[in-house]
């Protein structure tokens, strides 16, 4: 409820400015699709999808003439991703010593990372056709990104690997491997990731005409973070942010 007080009183107060041509204001939602982009050369970073994750929030669209406006836009952004399989052990193993600082061992899970933003885009939009019909737009810009919270959701049960090629960790004396470890938990990771982020958007869409001066719209938009989200990049490897995001709104035309 708190962050939808948060978008209403901030859009109504961005109403307030008026560059003295067309203002309209909107509300949209819809399905994002990030993913986390690391280098393939960092066990910690590499291998990531996308996984699914809801996006929505409003914004306000200031005319500087008929087909060109300045949108700042408030948003709630899921964004993370998923890797499945063999991939490195970051937490402690019960009953093994723990390794050198850069040395890992190896389990296969699935691994689900959820990191979710209030962003705001400040875009510029430019809109092809004329007033009153169905118009094409394209838009671009920046963002900048505050995040709210972020955890890993690790579930399933493997053995110990020594490395990625699923080579056992062996016990003395016999040799034999080390029977199924637990991996399901859920662990908080807001204190290892930075808060603010920030980078560059853009996408294009349909104004569709609903009323004399309201529109449908459907907006697609790409994004793509600029900042390592890691604080402790030497430790934790080097990640960014990035997401495909399809969303539907309503836009409410306010002024002439």
Do not use: C, W
């Not at 995040?147 to 990625?164: H, P």
């Not at 790409?222 to 942010?241: C, H, P």
Request: net charge positive.
């Amino acid at each position: 409820m708190n962050k939808f007080k948060l978008l209403f009183v901030s859009l109504v107060l961005l109403a307030g400015v008026s560059f003295g041509q067309e203002t309209n204001i909107g509300v949209k939602a819809g399905v994002s699709i990030p993913n986390l982009s690391g280098s393939d050369d960092n066990v910690l970073t590499k291998n990531y999808k996308s996984r699914k994750a809801v996006t929505f929030g409003g914004f306000v669209e200031f005319g500087i003439n008929d087909n060109v406006s300045i949108q700042p836009e408030l948003n709630y952004s899921g964004q993370g991703g998923i890797r499945n399989g063999v991939q490195p052990i970051t937490r402690p193993i019960p009953g093994l010593p723990p390794l050198p600082p850069g040395q890992y061992l190896f389990g296969e899970f699935d691994n689900t990372a959820k990191l979710n933003y209030l962003e705001v885009p400040v875009l510029v939009k430019y809109k092809f056709g004329s007033t009153g019909k169905t118009r094409f737009f394209v838009n671009g810009g920046v963002f900048y990104g505050y995040l709210l919270n972020a955890k890993t959701i690790t579930k399933g049960s493997s053995t110990i690997y020594v490395d990625e090629t699923k080579t056992p960790l062996l016990l003395p004396p016999l040799g034999t491997p080390i029977p199924p470890v637990s991996f399901d938990a859920e662990t908080d990771i807001l204190n290892d990731v930075n808060r603010n982020n920030f980078g560059l958007t853009g996408g294009g869409g349909l104004l569709i005409p609903h009323g004399k001066r309201n529109n449908l719209i459907i907006d697609v938009r790409v994004s793509r973070g600029l900042r390592y989200i890691q604080k402790d990049t030497v430790a934790n490897g080097e990640s960014r942010t990035g997401n495909f995001v399809v969303s539907f709104g309503y836009v409410f035309g306010v002024k002439d």
